[in-house]
């Protein structure tokens, strides 16, 4: 596997290609994927047993696989698809009861600057929130990351995603995907489609786990110039959705 280097680029660099997709609307529909997710990026998500529920039958069948939800239905990435990274924030997720005794999440993103422009509509939350996330305690409230990502498929097709990790999948994949960023050329290319061979026992818990230590299928490849086109394509026609991340 070919290892490639984490480094940030610098803020300008960054800033300035923002700057030009805003600036450039126009793209081509050709290969573009246009989930059902209203004015937001679908989740990239990990399908757990604990997910599948008469409520949500979409999920069933795909234990273990990573992919997203459009339309009602759960569409697994197939081996083989490349992530790159757009852009990531700090985020945290908090999981509580509400009024009617139901699980609910609540998530507040850090305060971050792009092209000039401050974003921070949940940062007072996130910093009230970031002590009692950082103390293990308490498992309900979690630090992770969301980020921007572009799944590159096989067949050339492209579907922007929200990554929004935490616990598990936040140390199962995130630190694999933080290298490969779309602004340096590189991708993380995943060779397999489920994930349930990577699974360890828990001794604490019991319970079965995907575990980052196991994942070993996967390499880090320079994209060609047609699947950043595709990405920047991707990026393009849903500036919209982008807009509301940052605004999240």
């Known amino acids: 596997m070919s290892k490639v280097k984490s480094e940030n680029l610098p803020a300008k660099v960054e800033d300035n290609m923002l700057a030009q997709l805003k600036a450039d609307p126009a793209a081509v529909d050709e290969g573009l994927i ?62 509580y009861q509400d009024d009617n005794g139901q699980e609910t999440n609540e998530y507040c993103a850090a305060k971050i600057t792009r092209n000039g422009v401050e974003f921070a509509n949940s940062a007072e939350r996130f ?43 936040n140390g199962y994949l995130f630190n694999y995907l933080q290298p490969a960023k779309l602004q340096n050329g590189v991708g993380l290319q995943i060779n397999i489609d489920n994930h349930e061979c990577n699974l360890t026992k828990s001794k604490t818990t019991g319970y079965y786990y995907p575990d980052g230590k196991k994942f070993k299928q996967w390499e880090h490849v320079t994209l060609e110039k047609e699947q950043s086109k595709a990405a920047l394509n991707a990026l393009q026609k849903t500036a919209e959705e982008y807009d509301n991340w940052l605004k999240a």
């Open 127 to 169: 910093e009230a929130l970031k002590e009692e996330a950082q103390d293990r305690s308490n498992r309900s409230v979690n630090l992770g990351t969301s980020s921007v990502v572009v799944a590159l498929y096989p067949d050339g097709r492209a579907v922007v995603l929200n990554f929004s990790a935490f616990k598990t999948v």
């Open 34 to 95: 246009t989930p059902s997710a209203g004015a937001f990026y679908p989740f990239l998500e990990m399908v757990f047993p604990i997910m599948i529920n008469p409520e949500k039958p979409h999920y069933k069948g795909h234990e273990y696989n990573l992919g997203f939800v459009s339309g009602g239905k759960f569409e697994a990435l197939p081996a083989g698809t490349i992530l790159t990274m757009f852009d990531s924030r700090n985020a945290i997720k908090r999981v």
